[in-house]
């Protein structure tokens, strides 16, 4: 089993930055892919980014390249997401995904991912 719990939504004007974070318990963080997807309001939960348990590979949607980036601390257990010149269709709430694998492997459907944190809201104003 593995928790997880996100942080740093909020309001943002579109061009602006936010920092997410999440914090994971419950399995060796390691050996734990991580990734951030999102939700729109009617829309199917969507992949934005995600890391291989070290750290050293990562993978991000077409939508966000250049713009955001994550990265993890395996010492504090956290994986953050740093989203920069966010525009109003960012907008969603943002969940925390784990695998209970260390591998990426291209995975990027919900159905690939088993744990889940609650979500954090994210509005972006035009």
């Known amino acids: 089993q593995v928790q997880l719990v996100e942080s740093g939504g909020g309001l943002v004007q579109a061009g602006g930055s936010l920092r997410l974070s999440c914090r994971a318990s419950?399995?060796?963080?390691?050996?734990?892919?991580l990734a951030w997807f999102r939700q729109a309001p009617g829309k199917e939960r969507e992949f934005v980014a995600g890391?291989?348990?070290?750290?050293?590979?990562?993978l991000y949607a077409d939508s966000v390249k250049g713009r955001c980036t994550i990265s993890r601390d395996n010492a504090k257990n956290t994986v953050d997401l740093q989203m920069n010149n966010l525009r109003p269709e960012d907008t969603g709430v943002y969940y925390c995904?784990?695998?209970?694998?260390?591998?990426?492997?291209?995975?990027?459907?919900?159905?690939?991912?088993?744990?889940w944190g609650r979500g954090t809201q994210v509005t972006v104003s035009s």
């Open positions: 995904a784990a695998r209970a694998t260390s591998l990426l492997a291209g995975r990027t459907g919900p159905e690939s991912w088993a744990y």
């Open positions: 419950g399995r060796t963080f390691r050996s734990t892919a």
């Open positions: 890391i291989s348990g070290g750290g050293g590979t990562v």
